[in-house]
Every structure is written in C-alpha cells, then in structure tokens.
C-alpha cells in the first residue's frame, strides 16, 4: 500500500569519478543501490516507499553520459544524463529523427523534461515509456558498463517485464545509439492519456514507415505498441500485413485489427483492457493511414 505520510527516506549518495567505480558499488551493493540519472521516477517511488534502496549512484558525472552526438555511419548516441529538452533541442535529432522529438515532447511537462531522461525512461522498463516505442522502431542499441567492461543490448531484447530488464547488478547503461532512420522514413507517435498534460499513455502506438525494395508491397512498416502488454513491444504480425499486400485503406484496416488481435491488456486506473483493445485498433488505423498519406505525397 503507498505510504499516507510520504517523505524520502535518508539515502547514502554517491557520484563515483570513474565506470569501473560504480560498477563495482553497484554489484557489491546489489538489490540496496541503484544508478539513477534525472530522479523523476525514482524519487516518487522511494518517497512512496515502493522503491527501498540504501544508496543512489549518480551517472551524470560518468564517463560518456553526458554525450549527444550524430554521425551520419553510425547514428545517433544519447548519453544516460541527456535530459529529454537537450534531445528535443538539438539541431541533428530535429533534422534526422523528428519522430524522436515528437515522443520525448509527449513526455509530462517542460519542467519535468528538464530533469527525465530517455535512457531512465528505458531502464524504468514502464509499459506506458513514451519514449520507448520510437527507440524500438528505430532499432536502438544500448551500450551497458558491467563489471566486466562494456557490451552492447538491442532494445528489443532488453525488457522482461513491467519494470524488470536483462540488467546485471553492477550495470549501467550509459547511451543509446540509434542507427540512422532509412531513406524516405516518415513516422508518427500517437498517445491517448486521460488528459493531454502530465499523464502517462492509456496507449501509445508509434508508426514509422519508409519506401523498401525488400516488400512485396514496396514499403516497410514499424509500429510499436506501449500501456497493452507487460513490456512495449513491436506488433510484428501487422507489420507483416503491410509488407506482404498492396498498401491501401482496406490493408490499413487489416493491419490495425491484427494489432488489436494481438494484444491482451490490463484493466487498470487509467482505462478498462477492452478500452484498451478498441484504442489500439483506432489509434493504430489513425497512425498507419497518416504516415502512409506523408510517404505518398
Ligand atoms: C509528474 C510525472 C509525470 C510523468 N509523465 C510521464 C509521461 O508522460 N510519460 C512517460 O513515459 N513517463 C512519465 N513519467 C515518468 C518519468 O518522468 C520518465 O520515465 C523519465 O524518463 C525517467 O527518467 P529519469 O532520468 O528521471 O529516471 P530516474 O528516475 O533517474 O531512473 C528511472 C529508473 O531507471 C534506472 N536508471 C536510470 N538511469 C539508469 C542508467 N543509466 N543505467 C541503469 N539504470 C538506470 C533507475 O535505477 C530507475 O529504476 C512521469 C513522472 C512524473 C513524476
């Protein structure tokens, strides 16, 4: 049960000078300390007393956190410490990945955007992670700092649940990099929340789609899907519909009813699973048909 008389408990804060620093704490102290970057969702939950820690490692001091950057071989990195009103500002995110843009601006508030970042968005491994979808289209990688050194985690494989991950004790993520959008890519998230400021998704479905010589229909899809399933995930069977047949409204309709079809959400506080199912199913068919209407004119 939340705590009626919430206060934020007294903590150990550490901000180590160097990875192989806080890797180490992090995995000597594993299940009492976590990293944390802007605090936004984990100072509530420590204040409500859902979150119990004896220590929070700050990675904003850390080796490769602090970087945004864009090559045009490789993508672009997002440091840990990156807020989202940095990523939302900068010339080659605005140019290069608008959709990224759109998803960190459906983030809560200005305010809040000044301290949340897209990599604590991620770890946070919410259902409802605004930003999450986008980075899954994309086909965003996240580079992690373990004790054993540095490796390498594909977004798809990293979430196992709501608010669970393949991290290790010991590991940090410290960036993203997401590969440069294909040629002619146009996308768009859609976010249905019980009021347009300051309120996580009811569902949120993040469209992309680009010309591809390797479709039948001569285009790629990607849509990604957050708040109807334990984890956001991409609806790969009604990416399928619309690379398989001729892009029209009806094949529209279809691939929006198989990711209906996919889905088996939750009843919870912000809306009912059948709600849930019918949104999906419209939000998808509104996304799909818009993205379609930009690559076509
Ligand atoms: C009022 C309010 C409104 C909100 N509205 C939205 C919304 O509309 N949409 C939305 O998606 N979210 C929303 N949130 C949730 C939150 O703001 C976002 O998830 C935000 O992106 C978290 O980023 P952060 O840097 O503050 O994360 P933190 O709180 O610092 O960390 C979040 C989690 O990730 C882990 N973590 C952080 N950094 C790392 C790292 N480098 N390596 C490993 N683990 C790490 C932490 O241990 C923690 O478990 C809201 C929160 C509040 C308080």
Redesign the pocket.
């Known amino acids: 049960m939340t705590n009626p008389h919430p206060g934020l408990p007294e903590l150990e804060y550490l901000k180590p000078a160097s990875l192989a620093e806080a890797s180490k704490f992090l995995a000597d102290h594993a299940g009492q300390a976590?990293?944390?970057?802007?605090?936004?969702?984990?100072?509530?939950?420590l204040r409500d007393g859902v979150?119990k820690l004896n220590a929070?490692v700050d990675?904003k001091g850390?080796d490769g956190?602090q970087e945004i950057s864009f090559d045009p071989s490789k993508g672009l990195t997002i440091g840990?410490?990156v807020?989202?009103n940095r990523i939302a500002a900068h010339p080659d995110v605005i140019k290069y990945y608008p959709n990224l843009v759109e998803a960190v601006n459906?983030?809560?508030?200005y305010q809040?955007?000044n301290?949340?970042?897209?990599?604590?968005?991620?770890?946070?491994?919410?259902p409802?992670?605004?930003?999450?979808g986008t980075c899954l289209v994309l086909e965003g990688v996240l580079n992690?700092h373990g004790v054993a050194g540095m490796r390498q985690i594909p977004l798809k494989t990293f979430f196992t649940g709501p608010?669970k991950?393949v991290?290790q004790p010991g590991?940090?993520?410290?960036s993203i990099t997401l590969p440069v959008p294909p040629k002619g890519c146009v996308g768009v998230y859609k976010?249905l929340?019980r009021n347009i400021i300051?309120?996580?998704?009811i569902v949120?479905v993040t469209v992309m789609g680009y010309p591809s010589s390797e479709s039948q229909s001569g285009y790629r899809f990607k849509i990604a899907l957050?708040s109807v399933a334990p984890t956001p995930f991409e609806a790969v069977q009604a990416e399928a519909v619309l690379s398989e047949k001729k892009v029209t409204a009806e094949t529209i309709a279809e691939a929006a009813q198989v990711a209906m079809d996919s889905i088996n959400p939750i009843d919870d506080v912000r809306g009912s699973a059948r709600y849930r199912k019918y949104m999906v199913r419209n939000l998808t068919r509104e996304a799909l048909t818009e993205v379609w209407s930009k690559l076509t004119h």
């Open positions: 976590r990293p944390f970057a802007g605090g936004t969702d984990c100072f509530v939950r979150l929070l990675v850390l956190t840990a410490a807020t989202m459906s983030v809560a508030s809040l955007r301290r949340a970042t897209v990599i604590g968005n991620i770890c946070n491994a919410s409802a992670g605004d930003t999450i992690v608010g991950t991290l590991d940090i993520v410290i976010k929340g300051s309120d996580l998704s949120g957050a």
